[in-house]
């Protein structure tokens, strides 16, 4: 059996990833089980509500030797802690390639995509097979989720084409209205304490001989966030310190407007923004215009920086 | 324009796969151009005549930043020297993962299959491309090589099938007289120096602290090559020294009895050869029976004595 599971701090695309490609395996003859790093986040919860599904469970510690499948990630840091103890037998991945190695040769697909959901529907029909309707749903929904509905720079014409084939399966009518409420789910927020906002979208990166966190809220109700601004930098200032961090970043993007606001915590990440993206922060708050993409644009852009 | 080289001392799988695969590129919409790191052997001089082609160009150093693909294999010490240098955008491989990296987003093909050859065919199809009779025999014939005609415990049914797909185009009537005629082909090797005989089919790997140079020789007429033994582990010898290895192995396979018999140079290899094989050397000759393939039979053994 085959366990599958995206990456920690789970998005939507991590999430169904793991479910639509544990199927997508099972029906190919290769029994598989569909797990999760952490808690799915408001949207992706209201994504499983409609799709009528349940979360996976959580990944238990899988004995040393278990086969894998890795989807939407292939970083150790961003994965199951024992990694390197486990058979990496699949990975269907739309990031750079990282720290990744395997023992053995194994199946490892990668595209420049804007979402793993896209690269899945390629392999149902690589492989000949219909997706079904809930499958459709979930794959909609990622493709939605990850490039924003298309607002993203990571967003490909395949992308597009795959929301396009996928809506009519899935039984949405109008794909703007349920993106919206995709979108409104993410944002209310209510009560969710600052440590785990901070951690909804949350992956660290090593920059030259520094460990950075990157989060990312994005919100269709910035406003919300910002009234909460002492709080988050108080997490992210505990974060940085728990973790050893060389710096801690917050990217509050406006879905709806475009444009990325991020937090900062001290002087540090002052100096690098103003580095990497010539920008200089005000108080704790850089506004780094329309980089709203963590993958295309903010991290190349640090990795420039440090390299030099 | 995207430079496509497989790895250094090249087989017929990885000059054949740069001419195939920059040619699907090519005809994909991206152009492309194959290179190779090295002299193509006999065998693969004997393919390219068959086919009426013209081996590669021997890759110039590329400029910072160029894009390349990477056929064959994946690793740094297999590669260009300034492989780190360079922009990965498409590999197309069916070796382990080992320290490839890449800057941004990209397209990563790997099947545990036993030559990239299949692969190619399988991505002429998923783009709905013909394969054309020239690059045709350039496929069937990698599939023969690095399959030793399906000898090989890394051939799979995709290869089986690959090669009786491709046949006909190619214009192969008798699959078994023509991998004959590759065989006799890789056979020859006249008055080859003994160095060139070496590094024909060598590759260099990481075992636990320790840097390993691994050469195989296929061959239907071993006589000839034990008949030069002196000066093959001289050859070795002077490897060692100035590679600084840990230790160096010459694997003499017969292709047509389907055995191994592998020189070594010293007690150093002879003491990991019967920890990790359980085979007692004698001189300097260790009779490895019928693991005959390096990927999936000496490298991982290897591997699981080193890391005890
Ligand atoms: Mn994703
Ligand atoms: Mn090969």
Redesign the pocket.
């Known amino acids: 059996m085959i366990s599958v599971f995206g990456h920690l701090n789970p998005?939507t695309?991590?999430i169904t990833?793991a479910l639509v490609y544990a199927h997508l395996l099972s029906r190919s003859g290769t029994p598989a089980t569909a797990y999760r790093l952490g808690e799915p986040n408001q949207e992706t919860a209201f994504v499983l509500r409609q799709a009528g599904m349940q979360a996976p469970e959580l990944l238990p510690t899988l004995p040393a030797g278990s086969p894998v499948a890795l989807v939407?990630h292939n970083e150790a840091a961003q994965s199951a802690p024992n990694l390197a103890d486990l058979d990496v037998r699949y990975v269907v991945d739309?990031?750079k390639l990282g720290d990744l190695t395997t023992a053995q040769p194994a199946y490892l697909r990668f595209e420049p995509l804007g979402?793993?959901a896209t690269l899945l529907l390629k392999l149902h029909r690589e492989a000949g097979l219909s997706v079904e309707p809930t499958d459709a749903r979930l794959l909609l929904s990622?493709v939605l989720s990850?490039t924003l509905e298309f607002r993203s720079p990571t967003t490909t014409d395949a992308d597009r084409e795959a929301a396009a084939f996928l809506a009519p399966i899935a039984g949405v009518d109008d794909v703007t209205a349920y993106a919206m409420q995709m979108f409104a789910a993410k944002s209310d927020l209510g009560d969710t304490p600052a440590e785990r906002l901070l951690k909804m979208d949350y992956k660290e990166f090593t920059f030259g001989a520094q460990q950075w966190g990157l989060g990312v809220i994005e919100t269709t109700n910035p406003g919300y966030v910002f009234g909460r601004q002492a709080e988050l930098i108080a997490a992210m200032q505990a974060e940085k310190v728990a973790s050893g961090l060389g710096g801690i970043l917050l990217s509050v993007v406006d879905i709806l407007g475009e444009t990325n606001r991020t937090l900062i915590v001290s002087g540090a990440e002052a100096e690098v923004v103003k580095g990497a993206f010539g920008v200089e922060a005000e108080g704790q708050v850089a506004d780094l215009g329309q980089l709203i993409s963590r993958k295309k644009q903010i991290v190349p852009a640090l990795e420039a920086y440090f390299s030099k």
């Open positions: 998005d695309d991590a990833a939407d739309h990031h979402c793993t990622a990850d």
